[in-house]
């Protein structure tokens, strides 16, 4: 099950790793590509949020610059594979488009 903290990897791995046969797979209803995406927004903010957050404490001396380099790197990554999938998402849009009917 894909959980609400999701970066690309996390979720490419997720799905690499599902094995989906017999009464595994889930319903039309479950787990629909919209909540994957929404899923992976928030996890994309919350990584945002706490490299935001751990900025602000190396800033008041509470915090160690290690942590702040790891969580701008998190976020950086998930900001760039969010990226890649967006443009291959629109390459496949305008591909479609393109397509003689």
């Known amino acids: 099950m894909i959980s609400g903290n999701i970066t690309g990897a996390a979720?490419?791995?997720a799905v690499q790793s599902a094995s989906?046969?017999?009464?595994?797979?889930?319903a039309a209803s479950d787990n629909s590509f919209g909540d994957a995406l929404q899923g992976a927004i928030a996890g994309?903010?919350?990584l945002g949020q706490n490299a935001d957050a751990k900025s602000a404490q190396a800033l008041t001396g509470t915090g160690s610059?290690?942590?702040v380099v790891m969580a701008v790197s998190k976020a950086e990554m998930?900001?760039?594979a969010s990226v890649a999938?967006?443009?291959k998402m629109i390459s496949a849009?305008?591909?479609i488009m393109r397509m003689a009917v």
């Open 93 to 95: 849009y305008q591909d």
């Open 65 to 67: 610059l290690t942590d």
């Open 11 to 13: 979720a490419y791995a």
């Open 44 to 46: 994309l903010t919350s």
């Open 78 to 80: 998930a900001l760039q």
């Open 20 to 26: 989906l046969t017999g009464s595994d797979a889930p």
């Open 85 to 87: 999938v967006r443009d």
